[in-house]
Structures are given as structure tokens and as C-alpha cells.
């Protein structure tokens, strides 16, 4: 018989990184479900299915660790981003339709951080996971009326903000192409036309290596920044086009090591968000 955790970890690391924004931390989570698991196993398969039960501890461990986080990251140095999710095969996640793979975008991530953990673990459950509010009050341990009553408090403040939609991928990877080329080449000229006119850079470096402390603005200012980084850049840099929190992505490679991951929101026939994260502890897990 197939051990219950084996099966669902896929999902519950799914849930884990969604709620977190984090692969080290939900990597931990979910380990720390393994461990009690061992422990309970007997008596939560007594009490419900496994699935209900791995679900239930995984969703409620981390609303608790996302509540000990949020002053982390109010305090975090310069722009706060998730750590960067890297799928080698469509197989690495779980993720067998357009929600479950818009739910792991960059831009959608950052739009939980709005949230609190209650908002975002059922906004999550029902928008991404497609749980019943019944069965979301039983893993959160809330009343169904207050389910429902969270959840559309969720979506409304959301609706306030400007939601990002996944452009067509292929569209998506040739104009990432054209920027990469542009920006090695300080090709300002092509750099602004793959650039929406209110594109905005945000550089994820926490104090740890160089990087813009606030998001820069317009085509313009986002052009003359890559171009005077250049210099910076190793000569030995390699490029490698990668999915990454399921878009097309940028993992920059030097000496054998990634040095930052690059993920990108597409609007059209432009570029409207660029996402860089070359703080070294978001990039641990990532092999060259």
C-alpha cells in the first residue's frame, strides 16, 4: 500500500509554496507534516482520510508561519519577491490547469502578500484548489458562513488591484528572447520596444548583493538601469531560458552557480513586469 504522504506531497508542497512565497520554507513545512504525520498517522486515518488530514495540517502550519513572517518581510531591505519555483518537465507540479499555474505566477504571489494568512489559505483553497467552502471550514476550522464571508472579503480587495494575466507563452518566450538579447547588447532602443509603457523593474537583492531598493519605473529608466548594469555582469554569464513559477523565465548562471532568476508578466505584445531575484538564500535551491 502506498504510503498516504508519498502521494499527496506534490500537492501539499503545491499549497505550501502558494501560502508562503517561498520554496525553502515550503519545503520545511511540509516536512515538518512528514514528521507529525509519522507520529499521527494511526490515529488521523481513524478520525478522517489521510488526504483530509495532510491537507488540514499542512494549510493550518503554514497560516501560523506566514503570521510569524509578515514582520520578516515588512522589515526586509529594498523589494520583498517569492522565491523563484523552477519546473524542469511540465511533471515537477501539480498543476493541470490555467488556475493552478496562474496561481504560482510572481505577480499573483505578491497579490496574496495583501492578504492576511486566514484570506489567503481560503482564497486559495476555493480559487486554486476548487475546495468547497464546506470542506475549506473543516481544514481551517471556521464556520462555513465565515468561509464564504473571508473568501469574498479576499476576492473584493483583490479586484481592487490590478491582476496580471498570463499572456501566450510562445508570444512570451520570443518576446523574453528579444529583451535578453537587447539587454546584453545595451540595445536601448530595443529594450523599450518589448516594454509596456508602464512597465515596472522590481529587483529582489536583500541586502546581500546589489540591487535597486525601490521598483523603477517606465520603459526609459528600466532601459538606461540594464544598460548601466552591464558592467557588473560576469563575463562567463550563460542565460538559461527556464520555467519558472509556471511562465517562461531567466535563470543567469556564473562560475557553475545561479546569480539571479528573472520571471516576467506579459501584457499583449509587450513586457509589463520584470521580477529579479539575486539574493543569494532565494537561490540555495536552484542548480546551475
Given amino acids: ?47 478522517r482520510s489521510a488526504k483530509a488530514w495532510l491537507i488540514t495540517a499542512t494549510t493550518r502550519l503554514c497560516i501560523d508561519r506566514l503570521r510569524s513572517a509578515r514582520r520578516r518581510r515588512e522589515e526586509y531591505f529594498g523589494v520583498w519577491l ?28 505578491l497579490l496574496l502578500e495583501t492578504l ?8 486559495l483553497l476555493h480559487e486554486a484548489f476548487d475546495y468547497s ?16 464571508q473571508i473568501y ?5 480587495h483583490l479586484a481592487q488591484k490590478r491582476e496580471r494575466r498570463r ?18 547588447g545595451g540595445d536601448m532602443a530595443e529594450l523599450i520596444s518589448v516594454l509596456s509603457e508602464d512597465a515596472v523593474l522590481r529587483t529582489d537583492g536583500g541586502g546581500r548583493v546589489r540591487a535597486s531598493p525601490t521598483p523603477i519605473e517606465g520603459p526609459d529608466r528600466i532601459g538606461r538601469f540594464l544598460v548601466g548594469i552591464r558592467g557588473n555582469i560576469p563575463a562567463d554569464a550563460r542565460y538559461n531560458l527556464q520555467r519558472i513559477n ?20 506579459v501584457e499583449g ?16 535551491h536552484l542548480t546551475g
Fill in 152 to 156: 469574498r472579503r479576499a476576492k473584493e
Fill in 82 to 109: 517569492p522565491e523563484p519555483l523552477v519546473q524542469t518537465t511540465p511533471s515537477d507540479a501539480p498543476d493541470a490547469n490555467a488556475a493552478l499555474a496562474d496561481s504560482l505566477s510572481t505577480a499573483f504571489l
Fill in 269 to 284: 505584445d509587450r513586457i509589463q513586469d520584470i521580477y529579479s531575484v539575486s539574493n543569494p538564500d532565494k537561490l540555495r
Fill in 133 to 148: 467552502h464546506e470542506e475549506i471550514a473543516d481544514i481551517v476550522g471556521k464556520t462555513e458562513a465565515n468561509c464564504r
Fill in 246 to 265: 509556471g511562465g517562461i523565465g531567466v535563470i543567469v548562471v556564473s562560475a557553475g552557480q545561479p546569480i539571479a532568476a528573472l520571471t516576467f508578466a
Fill in 1 to 47: 500500500m502506498a504510503d498516504p504522504f508519498i502521494e499527496h506531497r506534490p500537492l501539499l508542497f503545491g499549497i505550501a509554496y502558494r501560502m508562503l512565497g517561498s520554496v525553502t520554507e515550503a519545503e520545511d513545512a511540509v516536512q515538518d507534516v512528514y514528521l507529525r504525520w509519522q507520529r499521527e498517522a494511526a490515529t488521523a486515518m481513524a478520525l
Fill in 116 to 123: 492576511t494568512p486566514d484570506e489567503r489559505a481560503i482564497f
Fill in 167 to 184: 499572456g501566450d507563452p510562445a508570444r512570451a518566450e520570443t518576446l523574453v528572447q528579444r529583451f535578453l538579447m537587447a539587454a546584453r
